[in-house]
């Protein structure tokens, strides 16, 4: 892990929530993790490692699983 990469996780809003919030059972459950990720100051770099690496699971950067493999799915038409 990069030291860029660990300053960003040290800055996280969720930084000390329960994890289990960013792991919700279905869409409709991560409304709660996205109100968190839209107060986060580093919520683009949080998105940005999540693309970076496929993450499969759990909310990150205010997108769920679905909404990020929309995104990779975009970024490669454009691309």
């Known amino acids: 892990m990069s030291a860029k990469e660990i300053q960003w996780r040290q800055l996280g809003a969720c930084r000390g929530l329960e994890p289990s919030i960013f792991y919700p059972d279905d869409e409709d459950e991560a409304l709660e993790a996205k109100s968190v990720c839209d107060q986060c100051g ?3 770099a949080c998105l940005e490692y ?3 690496v496929r993450e499969k699971a759990g909310v990150w ?10 995104m990779i799915r975009q970024r490669r038409r454009t691309a």
């Open 42 to 44: 580093v919520r683009v």
């Open 50 to 52: 999540a693309l970076s």
């Open 61 to 70: 950067g205010g997108a769920t699983e679905r909404e990020r493999r929309r």
